[in-house]
T-cell receptor, first 112, second 111 residues
Framework: DAGITQSPRHKVTETGTPVTLRCHQT?????MYWYRQDPGHGLRLIHY???????DKGEVSDGYSVSRSKTEDFLLTLESATSSQTSVYFC???????????FGEGSRLTVL | EDKVVQSPLSLVVHEGDTVTLNCSYE??????LLWYKQEKKAPTFLFML????IEKKSGRLSSILDKKELFSILNITATQTGDSAIYLC???????????FGGGTRLMVKP
């Protein structure tokens, strides 16, 4: 296991409220990713980071922002949550060598 | 834009059956194709394929890549109920360190 923990693991919130999901890794991996998983869509990349303060957009970045102030932490923020952001969010990491990703346990977000 | 399509979407078999899962892809500069198994929580890595025609094998699971026809298959022989999961295929290109995932195949193995 790559020692990836996500918090919170479950959250229910209301439309319009801000939400922050945290990903913490203990493996000193350079790359960190946030994916969302929805039925029929597999995993879709939201944002990723290739180093401290270095981030870039993925396929479905609208409505999300990220920050990486330390190697071990990667935060995903929904500034104003919408019902379409109800999903399971996965954090993943790797060291950029080969394609294998190591995943966290997922965070289930419900926006009412 | 990279694209990965998996088929079938779902599959129900009985223990002992052999199954073949399909993954076709379009990617600008192919680097590798990966298979993951997802049970209740996080996806876990199965195989990474980079070369065409070379089979990767792990127990009852095997996978092969055809870079000319742009697809891969994942075979599971003598299926067991513990093989029930979503199987995800992903491709990596040389442009960046990102994976593009397919929609997954949900496999259910009945006793």
């Amino acid at each position: 296991d790559a020692g990836i923990t996500q918090s919170p693991r479950h959250k229910v919130t209301e439309t319009g409220t801000p939400v922050t999901l945290r990903c913490h890794q203990t493996e000193n991996h350079r790359y960190m990713y946030w994916y969302r998983q929805d039925p029929g869509h597999g995993l879709r990349l939201i944002h990723y980071s290739y180093g401290v303060k270095d981030t870039d957009k993925g396929e479905v970045s609208d409505g999300y922002s990220v920050s990486r102030s330390k190697t071990e932490d990667f935060l995903l923020t929904l500034e104003s949550a919408t019902s379409s952001q109800t999903s399971v969010y996965f954090c993943a990491t790797n060291n950029g060598v080969g394609g294998e990703l190591f995943f966290g346990e997922g965070s289930r977000l419900t926006v009412l | 834009e990279d694209k990965v399509v998996q088929s079938p979407l779902s599959l129900v078999v009985h223990e002992g059956d052999t199954v073949t899962l399909n993954c076709s892809y379009e990617v600008t500069n192919f680097r590798s194709l990966l298979w993951y198994k997802q049970e209740k929580k996080a996806p876990t890595f199965l195989f990474m394929l980079t070369s065409s025609g070379i089979e990767k094998k792990s127990g009852r699971l095997s996978s092969i890549l055809d870079k000319k026809e742009l697809f891969s298959i994942l075979n599971i022989t003598a299926t067991q109920t513990g093989d029930s999961a979503i199987y995800l295929c992903a491709v990596e290109d040389n442009a960046g360190n990102m994976l593009t995932f397919g929609g997954g195949t949900r496999l259910m193995v009945k006793p």
